[in-house]
C-alpha cells in the first residue's frame, strides 16, 4: 500500500496471487528517479531489496524481501545441492541480476551485452575498482565471487566463461 500512497510513481505490476515474493513494478525514468530510488530504499531499510532494471525510457523496479532474491536463490541452491561456491556459474544481463555475484565465492560472468547498470554494479563490487570490469578480464569482488566480463552475448557469454574457468 506505501507504494501505492508515498511512492506513486512506481507502477505497482502483478498481485500477491500471481507474484507472493515480490512486488513488481514500472518506473517511467525522469530527473528525480536517481534521487526516489535513494528515498525508497531508505524508507523500507533493510528488510527489503529493491531491485532495479531496464532501459533508458523505463526501469523495472521489484521489491522483495532481502530473504529473498536471486543470491538467496543460488545460495540455497548451492546448499541444497552440496555444491561447493567455486563449482556454480551464476550469469546475468541486468540490474536484477546483480545480486547473484555478491554470493561469497562463486564464478560469475557477466554478458558482453550486459546493460550499463550491471556493469557499474560489478565496478561498485570489484576489489580493484570500475577499472577492472573490462571486456574479456576476470576480476575478484569484495563479496569473494570472481566474475569475467565476457566478449560474446548471451549463450556464447557461457561457453566463453566455462571455458576461462574450467579449462
Known amino acids: ?75 540455497f541452491a548451492i546448499d541444497h545441492l552440496n555444491m561447493p561456491p567455486e ?12 545480486s547473484m555475484y555478491r554470493a561469497p565465492g562463486v564464478r560469475g560472468v557477466a554478458v558482453g551485452n550486459s546493460l550499463p547498470e550491471l556493469i557499474a554494479h560489478l565496478g561498485e563490487q570489484s576489489i580493484l575498482g570500475p577499472e577492472a570490469v573490462t571486456k574479456g578480464a576476470i576480476f575478484d569482488t569484495k563479496a569473494g565471487s570472481k566474475v569475467f566480463y565476457a566478449n560474446e552475448p548471451v549463450a556464447g557469454a557461457i561457453c566463453e566463461a566455462l571455458a576461462r574457468f574450467w579449462p
Open 87 to 98: 563449482r556454480t556459474l551464476v550469469c546475468g544481463d541486468s540490474g536484477n541480476d546483480e
Open 1 to 75: 500500500e506505501t507504494l501505492k500512497t508515498v511512492f506513486v510513481k512506481f507502477d505497482v505490476k502483478g498481485n500477491s496471487q500471481t507474484d507472493p515474493y515480490r512486488i513488481p513494478t514500472v518506473y517511467k525514468v525522469d530527473d528525480e528517479y536517481p534521487e526516489i530510488l535513494n528515498t525508497v530504499r531508505a524508507h523500507f531499510g533493510p528488510g527489503v531489496e529493491v531491485i532495479s532494471s531496464g532501459g533508458d525510457e523505463y526501469k523495472y523496479v521489484d521489491f522483495c524481501s532481502s530473504q529473498g532474491g536471486k543470491m538467496k536463490g543460488c545460495q
